[in-house]
């Protein structure tokens, strides 16, 4: 129950794979809230999700929250709007990077922040993943900033420079915790080579091999394994 309560983004997980032949997965499954729909399945014992939850009703009007959305309103054949961001980035058609995370409605900004922090910036993937995030918060307007204790007992705070630079432009700061988890896998291409193996016509028998390095973010308990 410990563990437990150290739980702060509801039933969702996510997670990245590359195997040797630098084939990628990133995925991203949920049940919602905590426990789904509260019922489990008496054939599978899997927990049923309540991502219906996820639809805006014209009715649901709540202060301080933001209005139903009439594109994401209950119609037939139709599923709700997911936060879910699952990423394969590729370059010269071999793989460069795999991105993910959990978190709601924060998953996006956070998923989006590590990416620019590694292929854009260029920082190390443990470095894009560590740095503190900031999150908006349209209703009411306030710019979320981190300022915690990971998992792992490192803390994670945004630079006092950083909340200057946006309290002067008219930002209201406020200090959160954990809001979103990420994972990250970046390959780092070598020579090309030929695997050697039976492919099919017209297929590329090259393959850029390189160094795989691995991210979990220390937001949540978790590590990255390899085989």
Same mark, same amino acid.
């Given at each position: 129950?410990?563990?437990?309560?150290?739980?702060?983004?509801?039933?969702?997980?996510?997670?990245? @794979? @590359?195997?040797?032949?630098?084939?990628?997965?990133?995925?991203?499954?949920?049940?919602?809230?905590?426990?789904?729909?509260?019922?489990?399945?008496?054939?599978?014992?899997?927990?049923?999700?309540?991502?219906?939850?996820?639809?805006?009703?014209?009715?649901?009007?709540?202060?301080?929250?933001?209005?139903?959305?009439?594109?994401?309103?209950?119609?037939?054949?139709?599923?709700?709007?997911?936060?879910?961001?699952?990423?394969?980035?590729?370059?010269?058609?071999?793989?460069?990077?795999?991105?993910?995370?959990?978190?709601?409605?924060?998953?996006?900004?956070?998923?989006?922040?590590?990416?620019?922090?590694?292929?854009?910036?260029?920082?190390?993937?443990?470095?894009?993943?560590?740095?503190?995030?900031?999150?908006?918060?349209?209703?009411?307007?306030? @710019?979320?900033?981190?300022?915690?204790?990971?998992?792992?007992?490192?803390?994670?705070?945004?630079?006092?420079?950083?909340?200057?630079?946006?309290?002067?432009?008219?930002?209201?700061?406020?200090?959160?915790?954990?809001?979103?988890?990420?994972?990250?896998? @970046?390959?780092?291409?070598?020579?090309?080579?030929?695997?050697?193996?039976?492919?099919?016509?017209?297929?590329?028998?090259?393959?850029?091999?390189?160094?795989?390095?691995?991210?979990?973010?220390?937001?949540?308990?978790?590590?990255?394994?390899?085989?």
């Amino acid at each position: 129950m410990e563990r437990w309560s150290q739980l702060r983004d509801h039933g969702t997980s996510h997670l990245c @794979v @590359v195997d040797a032949d630098r084939n990628a997965v990133s995925l991203t499954t949920t049940v919602n809230k905590y426990f789904g729909a509260g019922i489990r399945s008496t054939s599978t014992g899997i927990v049923i999700n309540d991502e219906m939850d996820d639809f805006s009703i014209p009715t649901d009007i709540s202060p301080g929250e933001l209005p139903p959305a009439p594109t994401n309103f209950i119609e037939p054949n139709k599923r709700p709007l997911s936060s879910m961001t699952p990423i394969i980035i590729t370059k010269d058609d071999q793989l460069v990077g795999v991105i993910g995370g959990s978190g709601g409605m924060r998953i996006i900004p956070a998923v989006t922040q590590v990416f620019v922090n590694h292929f854009i910036l260029g920082m190390k993937p443990l470095d894009a993943v560590l740095r503190p995030r900031i999150y908006i918060k349209l209703l009411p307007d306030t @710019v979320l900033h981190e300022n915690l204790t990971a998992y792992d007992g490192d803390h994670i705070e945004l630079s006092e420079e950083s909340r200057l630079f946006l309290k002067e432009r008219g930002h209201e700061l406020r200090a959160c915790e954990v809001e979103a988890v990420t994972q990250l896998i @970046v390959h780092t291409p070598k020579t090309s080579i030929n695997n050697h193996r039976k492919l099919g016509e017209g297929t590329n028998s090259h393959v850029k091999y390189g160094t795989l390095t691995a991210v979990s973010d220390p937001r949540k308990g978790g590590c990255p394994a390899a085989v």
